[in-house]
Structures are given as C-alpha cells and as structure tokens.
Nanobody, 125 residues
Framework: QMVLVESGGGSVQAGGSLRLSCTASGRALINYAVGWFRQAPGKEREFVAA????????AYADSMKGRFTISRDNAKDTVYLQMNSLKPEDTAIYSC??????????????????WGQGTQVTVSS
C-alpha cells in the first residue's frame, strides 16, 4: 500500500503564491505518474496538472496554464505544485494522486491507484 501526503497549503491574499508538495510512504513515488486535483466547496473535483515519472512530460488544465507549474524532484521523491498569481476562485482542497507506470514515461491515464487526503488552500480577495 501507498500513503500520499500533501503539504504546503495555507491562507494567502490574491496575487500571492504557494508551493504544494506531495510525498509518499510505503512505495516510492518515482514509480508513479502523479496528478494534482482540487475540489472547491459545492463543486466537483477538478483536474489541475499532471507529470510523468521523469518530470519531462507535463499537462495542465487550461485555467491553470501560466500560473501553476508541476514538477518533481526524484532525488527527494517529491512532486510539487507551484501556484502563482492566486485568485479567490483557487480556494479549494488540493490533492495529489499516483498512477502506477510500467516502463513508459507517460502522463497519467486517469486510472489513479492512490489519493492523498488533501491540503487546504484559501485565497482572500
């Protein structure tokens, strides 16, 4: 089994920045493609960004392009989500998810095996 843990959330004012981290226990995160998702009050879970095992392939939701950056440091077995120019509508619980890979440096196929509990991000106007 794998347990994913997100950290780095908090409260910021509009225009500010946060960097979220995703780490794992039980198994090495390097063996997984990783996605970030968020869920705001009253809304369904929304895809934010994803990264392949090497970090060379990334994908973003259109609304996040140019503001958010996903990356990973495999030496630290950690995946990051850098969030800049935050807006009140970015307020949500942000979760990371891991999808097992089998040799290819592919983006997740939306068949995630593990999910973290999430970290709260609150952006004030």
């Amino acid at each position: 089994q794998m347990v994913l843990v997100e950290s780095g959330g908090g409260s910021v004012q509009a225009g500010g920045s946060l960097r979220l981290s995703c780490t794992a226990s039980g198994r090495a995160l390097i063996n997984y493609a990783v996605g970030w998702f968020r869920q705001a009050p009253g809304k369904e879970r929304e895809f934010v960004a994803a990264v392949s095992w090497s970090g060379r392939n990334t994908a973003y939701a259109d609304s996040m392009k140019g503001r958010f950056t996903i990356s990973r440091d495999n030496a630290k077995d950690t995946v990051y989500l850098q969030m800049n120019s935050l807006k009140p509508e970015d307020t949500a619980i942000y979760s990371c998810a891991a999808e097992a890979i089998y040799g290819a440096d592919d983006l997740p196929r939306n068949q995630y095996d593990y999910w973290g509990q999430g970290t709260q991000v609150t952006v004030s106007s």
